[in-house]
């Protein structure tokens, strides 16, 4: 009896822990209040947000809505996207990225970094 009195015990502690495993497409978090200020300034991303901008992965909302949308002069020098993409310029990068799902698909460095 006592044994089953301890099972029951652990599982009631131990069920929380796994009852919200999270998915993976939620692992992706919000860009942090203090990092949205800097991008709505246009400043620089912190080097760790920078990194974020990888090919496969999605982009952060507040990224991009806050990207500016290349330049039809721009758009000449890269070559053409598929249907559904926009390209956004972050910083120094412009980022190829599909406009339905913000996964981005490819990027490109431009000009010189802001240090």
Partial sequence: MKKIIIILTCLAFLSPAYAK????????????????????KGKALPPGWQKKLTKGQPLDKEVYDNA???????????PQSPAGAKLLKIENKIVSVMDATRTILDVFEVGEKDE
Avoid: D, M, Q, R
Wanted: aromatic share 0%; net charge positive.
């Fill in 21 to 40: 495993k999270g998915n993976k497409a939620e692992k992706h978090k919000n860009v942090p209040k203090g990092i949205e200020k800097k991008i709505k």
């Fill in 68 to 78: 500016v949308p290349v330049t039809k002069e721009e758009k000449e020098k890269l």
